[in-house]
């Protein structure tokens, strides 16, 4: 589906009455550029047949609805903050009708991965685990850290969220593995460690390991630890609100007009490569 005019977007919002689902419903009704145009959640979600932005007690004079269909039928491009399983359902579906898609889901296995890049193959998708502008500097700057500290400094990732978040450690915390094992021209699955207990014996040199917290409200917090010897290097994030994931998703919707096909990161968004 083409767009309706070059300057506004007709976007549909998966998991519309989730955490980030209301958060970007009510970034797009305040934005100039962007239209909500279909708001989709999953069988049997109380939310089916509310209005958007109804826990607002506003009206978008859009509801809620499960018909993927119905969903995506007025709609340029689906923002997706769900679940691996639903996620890879709309992509087909998005695929099937020429929609374009953000996708700012965590937990994809690599199967899924390549499942999303097949469907990339037919339209446009931005893909990243965390959508924040200060997470994707952060993350230029563990690239250069994992140059410079490449030898006598040990690499810990420190990750914690609240309570409700179903999967460990977070999307943004293994791209962060990734980043810095890539700049340091290896690969993380050599090098991760995910869980220690008991008699573990002494840190491997190599080893990138992982920590996660979960409790509250924590919106979400990274930490990468530098460990040598006599000194460390802390490069931290944290998000206190969920108004960047939703404000950066809106820059990938943006970047996505005109674009046919290829699979696009928050690098290609915000000019980071390089
Ligand atoms: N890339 C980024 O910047 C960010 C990524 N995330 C990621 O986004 C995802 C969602 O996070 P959050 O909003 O906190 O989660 P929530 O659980 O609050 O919201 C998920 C929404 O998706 C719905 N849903 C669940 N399973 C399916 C399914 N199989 N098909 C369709 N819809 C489904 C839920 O419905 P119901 O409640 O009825 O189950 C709910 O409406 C997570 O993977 C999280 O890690 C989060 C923040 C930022
Ligand atoms: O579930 C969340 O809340 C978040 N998930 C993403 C992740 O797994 O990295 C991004 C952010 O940290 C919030």
């Given at each position: 589906m083409s767009a309706s005019s070059p300057s506004l977007r007709r976007v549909a919002v998966a998991g519309a009455s989730g955490r980030m689902g209301r958060m970007l419903v009510e970034a797009i009704a305040a934005s100039?550029?962007?239209?909500?145009a279909g708001a989709l959640d999953i069988p049997?979600?109380?939310?089916?047949?509310?209005?958007?932005l109804a826990h607002l007690g506003?009206?978008?004079?859009v509801a809620i609805t499960s018909d993927l269909q119905a969903g995506l039928a007025d709609a340029d491009v689906l923002i997706d903050f769900t679940r691996p399983e639903g996620t890879l359902a709309h992509a087909a579906a998005c695929a099937a009708a020429g929609v374009q898609m953000v996708i700012g889901t965590t937990g994809f296995s690599e199967a899924q991965k390549a499942e999303l890049q097949a469907a990339a193959d037919k339209v446009a998708i931005v893909l990243a685990p965390n959508m924040s502008v200060g997470v994707n500097v952060t993350l230029k700057l563990l690239q250069m850290a994992a140059r410079a500290l490449d030898q006598g400094y040990d690499i810990e990732v420190i990750e914690a969220h609240h309570?409700?978040?179903?999967?460990?450690?977070?999307g943004t915390a293994l791209k962060m593995g990734e980043v810095i094992a890539e700049a340091q021209g290896t690969r993380l699955a050599d090098r991760a460690v995910y869980e220690r207990y008991g008699h573990t014996g002494e840190r491997p040199a190599n080893a990138i390991g992982f920590a996660t917290v979960r409790g509250g409200d924590i919106v979400g917090d990274h930490t990468v630890l530098f460990a040598g010897t006599g000194e460390r290097v802390e490069i931290s994030h944290r998000s206190s609100s969920r108004e960047g994931y939703a404000q950066g998703s809106l820059r990938a919707v943006r970047f996505l007009a005109?674009?046919?096909a290829g699979l696009f990161d928050m690098f290609d968004v915000l000019g980071l490569n390089g």
């Amino acid at each position: 589906m083409s767009a309706s005019s070059p300057s506004l977007r007709r976007v549909a919002v998966a998991g519309a009455s989730g955490r980030m689902g209301r958060m970007l419903v009510e970034a797009i009704a305040a934005s100039s550029d962007c239209r909500l145009a279909g708001a989709l959640d999953i069988p049997g979600s109380p939310a089916l047949g509310q209005d958007a932005l109804a826990h607002l007690g506003r009206s978008s004079g859009v509801a809620i609805t499960s018909d993927l269909q119905a969903g995506l039928a007025d709609a340029d491009v689906l923002i997706d903050f769900t679940r691996p399983e639903g996620t890879l359902a709309h992509a087909a579906a998005c695929a099937a009708a020429g929609v374009q898609m953000v996708i700012g889901t965590t937990g994809f296995s690599e199967a899924q991965k390549a499942e999303l890049q097949a469907a990339a193959d037919k339209v446009a998708i931005v893909l990243a685990p965390n959508m924040s502008v200060g997470v994707n500097v952060t993350l230029k700057l563990l690239q250069m850290a994992a140059r410079a500290l490449d030898q006598g400094y040990d690499i810990e990732v420190i990750e914690a969220h609240h309570k409700h978040k179903v999967d460990a450690p977070s999307g943004t915390a293994l791209k962060m593995g990734e980043v810095i094992a890539e700049a340091q021209g290896t690969r993380l699955a050599d090098r991760a460690v995910y869980e220690r207990y008991g008699h573990t014996g002494e840190r491997p040199a190599n080893a990138i390991g992982f920590a996660t917290v979960r409790g509250g409200d924590i919106v979400g917090d990274h930490t990468v630890l530098f460990a040598g010897t006599g000194e460390r290097v802390e490069i931290s994030h944290r998000s206190s609100s969920r108004e960047g994931y939703a404000q950066g998703s809106l820059r990938a919707v943006r970047f996505l007009a005109g674009k046919e096909a290829g699979l696009f990161d928050m690098f290609d968004v915000l000019g980071l490569n390089g």
